[in-house]
C-alpha cells in the first residue's frame, strides 16, 4: 500500500511541476494556459484526493512518506500563489478588453452618426 502511495505522491508532483511551469510560462507570455489545461490539473488533483484524506495516517505509519508530502505540499502553495497571478493577470486584460470594446463601441456609433449627415 506504501508504494501505491509514495508512487501516486512522486507522479503526481512531478506533474504538478510541469503544470507549474506551464503556468509561469503563460504568466511570461510564452504560451497560453488553456481551459483544457485547467480541466487536465483539476484532474491531476483530483488523484491526489485519497492521499490527501489519509495524509496524517500514512505520516504516522509510513514516516518515510513525510517527505514527498511535505513536497506536495510546497507545490501547492506554489500552486495557489501562481493560480492568483494567472486570476489577477486575466482580470487586467479582462479590463483592457472592456476598455477596447466601450472604444469600439464609441467609435462605431460616431461612424454612424457621420454616415446619417451625409
Do not use: N
Amino acid at each position: 500500500m506504501r508504494d501505491t502511495f509514495g508512487e501516486t505522491i512522486e507522479r503526481v508532483s512531478a506533474r504538478l511541476e510541469q503544470v507549474l511551469e506551464a503556468m509561469k510560462d503563460s504568466l511570461a507570455g510564452k504560451l497560453a494556459f488553456t481551459g483544457e489545461d485547467v480541466k487536465r490539473l483539476r484532474k491531476l488533483l483530483a488523484e491526489m484526493e485519497p492521499v490527501i484524506l489519509q495524509s496524517s495516517e500514512l505520516r504516522r505509519t509510513h514516516p518515510e512518506l513525510a517527505a514527498q508530502l511535505d513536497q506536495y505540499k510546497e507545490r501547492l502553495w506554489e500552486l495557489q500563489k501562481t493560480v492568483e497571478q494567472l486570476r489577477v493577470t486575466l482580470m487586467v486584460q479582462k479590463a483592457g478588453l472592456e476598455a477596447t470594446r466601450t472604444q469600439v463601441d464609441a467609435t462605431s456609433l460616431w461612424c454612424s452618426a457621420f454616415q446619417q449627415t451625409r
